[in-house]
T-cell receptor, first 109, second 115 residues
Framework: GQNIDQPTEMTATEGAIVQINCTYQ??????LFWYQQHAGEAPTFLSY????GLEEKGRFSSFLSRSKGYSYLLLKELQMKDSASYLC??????????FGAGTQVVVTP | GAVVSQHPSWVICKSGTSVKIECRSL??????MFWYRQFPKQSLMLMAT?????????EQGVEKDKFLINHASLTLSTLTVTSAHPEDSSFYIC???????????FGPGTRLTVT
């Protein structure tokens, strides 16, 4: 079956770094995605990994290890506006996206 | 960038009535659109995959006769919630996939409240 696990909530202070881990077991693999979602809004795309390694995009980086079924999203220099839910999603062999339950990140002053 | 719109952004309807939600890709052609449902503090649950010109593929547990999906053109998919009940109240989000593109672009969502 499909299974995507990520922590429920993480708290960090402004300016700090937070790492959100995601482990997955899916039918096939066609890429791993990270999305940011503010309450009451649709998700917005953050990053995409299909090969092993680190992808860096400004303050956000995402890492993938396909052999371990593991990814993380790294948020650096946290800002108050980064308080949101972060969703890990895997695209399976059928092209469908399976989402994790999301990690609520709370940034404190 | 690719833009996806949804209409309406919110709707309140009475139990037993039907509601249609539109999903449009504004500046690209979408061969595939996805419909998701999200309950409060939960993640997105895929309801169905909508392919232009063919029947939608529904996920297990989603009633195809209750959630009618039509993808009549490369820029428009519609979801009709028939005979809505209070338990259908949720945030419905569509996404569209461009041709030859790995990414899906989300619409802003439609909040449905059934009274």
């Amino acid at each position: 079956g499909q299974n995507i696990d990520q922590p429920t909530e993480m708290t960090a202070t402004e300016g700090a770094i937070v790492q959100i881990n995601c482990t997955y077991q899916t039918s096939g693999f066609n890429g791993l995605f990270w999305y940011q979602q503010h309450a009451g809004e649709a998700p917005t795309f953050l990053s995409y990994n299909v090969l092993d390694g680190l992808e860096e995009k400004g303050r956000f980086s995402s890492f993938l290890s396909r052999s371990k079924g593991y990814s993380y999203l790294l948020l650096k220099e946290l800002q108050m506006k980064d308080s949101a839910s972060y969703l890990c999603a895997v695209r399976d062999e059928w092209g469908k996206f399976q989402f994790g339950a999301g990690t609520q990140v709370v940034v404190t002053p | 960038g690719a833009v996806v719109s949804q209409h309406p952004s919110w709707v309140i309807c009475k139990s037993g009535t039907s509601v249609k939600i539109e999903c449009r890709s504004l500046d690209f052609q979408a061969t595939t659109m996805f419909w998701y449902r999200q309950f409060p503090k939960q993640s997105l649950m895929l309801m169905a995959t909508s392919n232009e010109g063919s029947k939608a593929t529904y996920e297990q547990g989603v009633e195809k006769d209750k959630f009618l999906i039509n993808h009549a053109s490369l820029t428009l998919s519609t979801l009709t919630v028939t005979s809505a009940h209070p338990e259908d109240s949720s945030f419905y989000i569509c996404s569209a996939e461009g041709q030859g593109n790995y990414e899906q672009y989300f619409g802003p969502g439609t909040r449905l409240t059934v009274t």
